[in-house]
């Protein structure tokens, strides 16, 4: 007997004549994400990914965790692979899966023939199991409705496995089956979470950051690295690019309106994104924005940012609340690291009254007093980059 990991895609099953390519996608993820712990071979065949270690030196705990978090999958089990003997399942299953069955109190057994050559048909397969269950474990019984754990034989075509219950996976499309985006982070709680949607969709991430020293702090900044290391769990690699801010914000601050401040601020945010990410080959902006959540965030002020993307702008979050937004980045573990008491440039020279439905003429004008071209190319210049990996 040799112990497997059995993974189960969700969506992919839906995309047709792409399916193929999708598949090749994560299989290529799940390579990545688990190469580090040890030798390894990853099989697609009928719709099911299996993972087969070569020796026991593979760590299939961090295996199991590593898989739970990478998008495409929905389901995903251990199990044991042996050969298509009727009697050696019947050997193997009490003992591969003693520690469930003893803290159980009822199961069910389902089979599923893929091999259609296999003697016994699929109820058969499922009574001669629960026999040699029943006769390993006295104190358990059948229930078809509302079992504790499923016994599961799937007789396919190299080999059959034997599993309980499938555990879930994150579901969603592998990264990188969705184009590329950049997602502008503050070190908030909602910046992450839209990044992780994005990823879930199968969007490769590129970070950016806007730091203002001596406004913000070293800390602000491993803030926003330790954020991204947490979304990285799930998207893979991120490369991160800093953007000195503190002489634009300066700028705005002497030469602007005050309640302009913050959206001729976002304004200068999006065109540099937008530079940066077409220089990686970002397809879009990603922002954490949702409606009426703070002043800059009504549909008036993102028209006014979006004015001045030559990329489209996407906001995952656009139609949730903040209790949504949290639950979701308790989800995603980001959540704590967000509420560390560091402060972001979004809050350094926060107007007292915001305008909420500026005009654009008027944002403009106000843009004139200050030399653009200028403050943006030497922001670009002195870009910091590096990649946050998993």
């Not at 299989?27 to 688990?34: C, D, E, P, S, V």
């Not at 990044?195 to 730091?211: D, E, I, Y």
């Not at 330790?226 to 000195?244: C, E, F, N, Q, R």
């Not at 509420?339 to 350094?348: S, Y």
Request: one cysteine or more.
């Amino acid at each position: 007997m040799k112990e497997i990991i059995l993974i189960k895609n969700g969506e992919l099953a839906l995309k047709g004549l792409n399916r193929s390519s999708f598949e090749s996608t994560l299989a290529k993820n799940i390579k990545r994400r688990l190469q580090s712990l040890g030798k390894f071979k990853v099989i697609r065949s009928q719709s099911t990914i299996t993972v087969e270690p070569f020796d026991e030196s593979f760590d299939m705990e961090e295996a199991e965790d590593r898989i739970s978090r990478i998008f495409g999958i929905a389901g995903y089990e251990r199990a044991a692979a042996v050969e298509k003997d009727m009697e050696v399942i019947l050997k193997t299953t009490p003992v591969y899966l003693s520690e469930a069955l003893k803290n159980a109190s009822t199961f069910k057994v389902e089979a599923k023939r893929a091999d259609k050559t296999f003697p016994l048909k699929s109820p058969e397969i499922c009574c001669d199991v629960g026999e040699a269950v029943l006769n390993a474990f006295p104190h358990i019984r059948v229930d078809v409705k509302n079992p504790d754990l499923t016994i599961v034989i799937e007789i396919r075509e190299n080999a059959a496995y034997i599993h309980g219950d499938q555990k879930k996976g994150a579901g969603g499309m592998p990264v990188g089956t969705g184009g590329k985006a950049a997602l502008l982070i503050s070190g908030g709680i909602d910046s992450p979470v839209a990044g992780w949607m994005m990823a879930k969709r199968g969007v490769v991430l590129n970070a950016v950051h806007f730091a203002s020293p001596p406004f913000t702090s070293p800390m602000s900044e491993m803030k926003v690295h330790d954020l991204l290391a947490k979304v990285a769990k799930y998207s893979g690699t991120i490369k991160l690019m800093t953007v000195p801010f503190t002489e634009i914000q300066e700028n705005i601050r002497d030469k602007c309106p005050e309640e302009l401040f913050t959206l001729i601020m976002r304004r200068y945010m999006m065109r540099i994104s937008n530079i940066l990410a077409e220089k990686e080959g970002c397809e879009a902006i990603v922002t954490g924005e949702s409606v009426g959540q703070v002043a800059s965030q009504t549909l008036t002020a993102m028209m006014s940012t979006d004015s001045v993307s030559r990329l489209p702008v996407l906001r995952p979050l656009v139609g949730m609340d903040k209790n949504e937004i949290v639950v979701l980045s308790r989800k995603i573990d980001t959540f704590d690291i967000s509420i560390r008491p560091f402060e972001d440039c979004c809050t350094v020279f926060t107007p007292k009254h915001p305008r909420l439905h500026p005009k654009a003429d008027e944002i403009e004008k106000a843009e004139l007093s200050l030399d653009s071209d200028a403050l943006i190319s030497r922001a670009v210049e002195g870009v910091k980059q590096e990649l946050i990996t998993f």
